[in-house]
DNA sequence: CAGCGTGACTGAAGCGCTTCAGAATGTCCA
DNA sequence: TGGACATTCTGAAGCGCTTCAGTCACGCTG
């Protein structure tokens, strides 16, 4: 069992009889070497029980290791329970994995993003910022390693690119359906930001300073298409599910109780609907919900979710490109509208920014999806 | 904008005239050097804009990555759509991430595994292969590379350290339960399992050689109830909450309906409840539905969801103690009987058995919670 | 005062690979 | 026949860091 130490390219050099550099080619560069000897050095290699260069001295010798730095806000299981999350990764991943680069995940920790230290001694190429608080230190550690960026559904950091989607748009556009169908009571139920650590009632001024861009462009949104109608404002504790649902019941329990309520995220609204439920309350008969994102979940619910579609894949396939093109020297200009338009949505290409020559951004577009969660007030 | 090579720990030594060790030490082993120096170094290090010792040069020099290659069966959104993943992963993550340790995603190719040549190029002190098929070439690229591994949910592998689930007796249960309420005539539903690739009706023959062993020894434990009992067994075409809801109709579609439906995870459970739903039936007046697992989401279901409870953060949880032991030179020894029952699991400690020096196998406890999903036949 | 333990720092040998500028050999055509 | 090219392979210089065996100076002890 006690192996001997793992042959090296030099090993199998040895064994041929020939330089380092020769296997080293068969490798990397068939072209450099006749056929036969190539499979003459991968036969000895795999006599030797050689599995192929080093991962670590490959990338030490052509500074790039195959992986990307995704950055999180919380820990695995809150992140991976919005099913956003999965399918914008998924999406990315299938973009950049053809060019060899796999997700090195970075949850976050207490402050609302991974350790500076975990970004400092991350073995990767590039770093994905996923929808984190503003400021915080990861992406401080990210501009002195030098680490190109990408960063998605948050403010633009300069020298990084971005994807967003039409976050105001949105949620104007589901605002503007309930208040078209005779709803002038409103709950909205945002997702912890960080404003009131322990969740609950908030002002809209206390909300416009949350930590989320996504939280504060939706609240506008919102707000600006219920002018001269009631709005309670509720911030969840956690990301959890379980905080989801304590949330859902204060709205509901809200005296008098909202007659629509605007949630920031499918999540959220789900967690209403189940708390309707319990209570007895009947939707949308006794009172309506949005949600936002559009993930699968919502159009399983009963009843079917209204919400507001942003196309994720789409979002996670540009931000796949922004990274491939920030690999290449590129300057983060924004993919072609041939990709974005590829990416399968119907709508139109989104809005696109490119500021300057070392940052730029991208929107998905959105768009409202009405099922069964809304009715008449 | 173009900014000089980055500086490296030569350029800090020389900056601050000592050597390089001495520097290295600054940042490694702050015993090494008077404090005096040590502040030194670091506040010259910040004025040239280095930020610290760049992590694949150091993991060439130390031979450590931080990184566990996560092999996953299918692509990321599909594999976390089950929160049993990001449950267990988290778990397994906390464990690791004091000391300094993340998480590699290789999600599965097209033959139920990551690719060999990914799993070859990966950066990583050790693997942990979550449920993949059994005999994917993934799991040979390892084997090669002579990394060491932690399997879950599947067949201990040689060398190996495992963890998995008492899956016989989870699914004895379950169909022991149903059976006791008067059930004789089942469906048992199976998540995809590469025996009929479209999915579809199963004999029990066929079913045994599914190529997960999971699936297998479920299947077992739900016939050795199922004495002289009608059985109807079906697999999901795919990984997909899509298939999972075809599935459900075609067993909920079957004359004549079976009364009970058990199946092999509380997604595809959940995917029957709201097939039922969809058809009208009753549950669980007219049709029983069992799940496995326990996630979450399995509690807020309506009904709530009868189901085999094992313990995922404990498994996640000795999972990546198993993988400390394997990185600290250990043979993969089973966490201790402390750690285990610290997992918080009520339930007796699981049987455990270490096979020979170099490999051993851990099992979580399962057990029974029957909510509102059963009733009388 | 010789001898010695100690704290502080350095030199240099790697870690395993890539890559680039040649060297060596062979080929082709004028 | 001889020079211009290809083709195939090699030597050696890194990539940026860790670490171990010292070296050096200093203060202490007997």
Not at 163 to 187: I, K, P, Y
Not at 341 to 348: D, E, I, Q, T, V
């Given at each position: 069992?006690?192996?001997?130490?793992r042959?090296?390219?030099?090993?199998?050099?040895?064994?041929?009889?020939?330089s380092?550099a020769?296997?080293?080619?068969?490798?990397?560069r068939?072209?450099?070497?006749?056929?036969?000897?190539r499979?003459?050095v991968?036969r000895?290699?795999?006599?030797?029980?050689?599995?192929?260069?080093d991962?670590?001295?490959?990338?030490?010798a052509?500074?790039?290791?195959?992986?990307?730095?995704?950055?999180?806000d919380t820990?695995?299981?809150t992140?991976f329970?919005d099913?956003?999350?999965?399918?914008?990764?998924?999406a990315?991943?299938r973009?950049?994995?053809p060019?060899g680069?796999?997700?090195?995940l970075?949850?976050g920790?207490?402050h609302?993003?991974?350790?500076a230290?975990?970004?400092l001694?991350?073995?990767?190429d590039?770093a994905?910022a996923y929808?984190?608080a503003?400021?915080v230190?990861?992406l401080?550690?990210?501009?002195?390693r030098?680490?190109?960026l990408?960063?998605?559904?948050?403010?633009?950091?300069?020298?990084?690119?971005?994807?967003?989607?039409?976050?105001?748009?949105?949620?104007?556009?589901?605002?503007?359906h309930?208040?078209?169908?005779?709803?002038?009571?409103?709950?909205?139920?945002?997702?912890?930001s960080?404003?009131?650590?322990?969740?609950g009632?908030?002002?809209?001024?206390?909300a416009a300073?949350?930590?989320f861009r996504?939280?504060?462009?939706?609240?506008?949104?919102?707000?600006?298409?219920l002018?001269?109608?009631?709005?309670v404002?509720h911030e969840?504790?956690?990301?959890s599910a379980?905080?989801a649902?304590?949330g859902?019941?204060a709205?509901?329990?809200a005296?008098?109780?909202?007659t629509?309520v605007l949630?920031?995220?499918?999540?959220?609204?789900?967690a209403v609907?189940?708390a309707?439920?319990?209570l007895?309350?009947?939707?949308p008969?006794?009172?309506s919900?949005?949600?936002?994102?559009?993930?699968?979940p919502?159009?399983?619910?009963?009843?079917?979710?209204?919400?507001?579609?942003?196309?994720?894949?789409a979002k996670?396939r540009?931000?796949g490109?922004l990274?491939l093109?920030?690999?290449?020297g590129?300057?983060?200009?924004?993919p072609?509208?041939g990709?974005?338009?590829?990416?399968?949505?119907?709508?139109?290409?989104?809005?696109?920014s490119?500021a300057?020559s070392?940052?730029?951004?991208?929107?998905?577009?959105?768009?409202?999806?009405?099922?069964?969660?809304?009715?008449?007030a």
């Amino acid at each position: 069992m006690t192996r001997r130490r793992r042959p090296t390219l030099d090993d199998v050099a040895d064994a041929v009889g020939v330089s380092r550099a020769t296997v080293s080619n068969a490798y990397n560069r068939p072209d450099q070497l006749s056929a036969r000897l190539r499979d003459q050095v991968l036969r000895v290699a795999a006599e030797l029980g050689y599995a192929g260069p080093d991962p670590t001295a490959r990338s030490l010798a052509t500074s790039r290791t195959g992986a990307i730095a995704v950055l999180l806000d919380t820990s695995l299981s809150t992140a991976f329970s919005d099913p956003a999350l999965s399918l914008t990764l998924d999406a990315l991943a299938r973009v950049v994995d053809p060019r060899g680069h796999a997700l090195l995940l970075l949850p976050g920790g207490a402050h609302g993003g991974p350790p500076a230290e975990r970004v400092l001694g991350a073995q990767a190429d590039i770093a994905v910022a996923y929808s984190l608080a503003d400021g915080v230190a990861a992406l401080d550690a990210v501009r002195t390693r030098g680490l190109p960026l990408v960063v998605i559904d948050q403010p633009l950091v300069p020298g990084a690119a971005r994807v967003g989607c039409q976050d105001r748009l949105g949620a104007a556009l589901a605002a503007r359906h309930l208040r078209e169908l005779g709803h002038r009571r409103f709950g909205i139920f945002a997702a912890h930001s960080h404003v009131r650590p322990g969740g609950g009632a908030l002002t809209a001024a206390e909300a416009a300073g949350a930590a989320f861009r996504d939280t504060r462009e939706r609240l506008a949104g919102y707000l600006g298409e219920l002018d001269s109608c009631e709005v309670v404002l509720h911030e969840a504790a956690g990301l959890s599910a379980e905080s989801a649902l304590d949330g859902a019941f204060a709205l509901l329990g809200a005296v008098p109780r909202p007659t629509a309520v605007l949630c920031m995220s499918d999540q959220l609204a789900l967690a209403v609907l189940a708390a309707a439920r319990q209570l007895g309350i009947a939707v949308p008969g006794e009172v309506s919900v949005a949600g936002f994102d559009d993930s699968p979940p919502a159009s399983w619910s009963s009843p079917p979710l209204t919400t507001v579609r942003q196309d994720l894949v789409a979002k996670g396939r540009i931000a796949g490109e922004l990274v491939l093109s920030l690999l290449d020297g590129g300057s983060g200009a924004v993919p072609t509208a041939g990709s974005v338009s590829a990416a399968g949505s119907m709508s139109a290409a989104g809005s696109v920014s490119a500021a300057g020559s070392a940052s730029a951004s991208a929107e998905v577009p959105v768009s409202l999806v009405v099922r069964g969660s809304t009715g008449p007030a």
